[in-house]
């Protein structure tokens, strides 16, 4: 699962993607896209027990909204579940946008 921020015309979205039989060739699911309202953007994954995940998303780190159904992080070809940032784009430039990242945190 990944929650994904997308932009488009010059405005950021966000969805939520997953794919609960990716080891087997599944097809990656999306949400529909939700406008990003806000410069800045606070998101956050909880795990509970069993592993069970949900992702949230913040416009003023204060008030989380739930951004997708209840998934499991559970081992894959790499060595279990990993959690962390990444970049790519549609198009092969150099131009083709960025983010900054203030902090991330892990908390009990």
Known sequence: SALI???????????????????QGGKNLKDPPA???SKGLYLRVSVMENAKCTFSISMDGENFTGTGDVFEAEQGK???AKVGLFAV???????????????FRITK
Do not use: C, H, K
Not at 13 to 20: Q, S
């Open 5 to 23: 921020l997308e932009q488009s015309e010059g405005q950021v979205f966000y969805t939520v993607m997953r794919n609960p039989e990716a080891d």
């Open 35 to 37: 406008l990003v309202q």
């Open 78 to 80: 790499w060595i279990g």
């Open 89 to 103: 784009g549609s198009v092969r430039t150099n131009d083709t946008g960025w983010g900054d990242v203030d902090w």
